[in-house]
């Protein structure tokens, strides 16, 4: 099944043609009007990219691009790409009513919400707070054996 989340995405070719600076400036733009100049709730509680500006700058960077965190990490078109539905994913009830699409909580350093929807590749990763949600991650699976393991975490959590 295609979901029709994946005809939101705006790629770099169409976009700017191929431009990639105005590309990535147009995306940031994106990500800060759903996640920092806009409130952005789930379950009643704020979703936050970070209070500070070096703190939501390290969140776009660590959503938009791939590597180690310690050294230079580089765009990935696909990350990019997804920041056009990461909003919807989290907040539409047309997708929380989705047969493919799965939440739940993992206690591991503190306490997470992993959301996978398998239709669009997409999975995001919160800490959640007492009063907010924040970013830890969110990228695109392309592995069906990742995909696979997901669900099977996601399994094991509701029995």
Known sequence: MICELNKLKVDLETSTNGDFELYNKKTKERFYNDFVFNE????????????????????????TTIGEMERSRIPDLRRLEA??????????????????YYVWEKQEKYLKEKIFCPDTGYFIVLAKRKYVYKFVSAYIIESNNKKKRLIEEFKKFKK
């Open 40 to 63: 952005c709730w789930r379950n009643g509680l704020k979703i936050t990219a970070g209070s500070s500006e070096s703190e939501r700058e390290k969140c776009y960077e660590h959503i």
């Open 83 to 100: 920041i056009y539905i990461l909003k919807d994913i989290l907040t539409s009830k047309k997708c929380k009513n989705c047969d493919n």
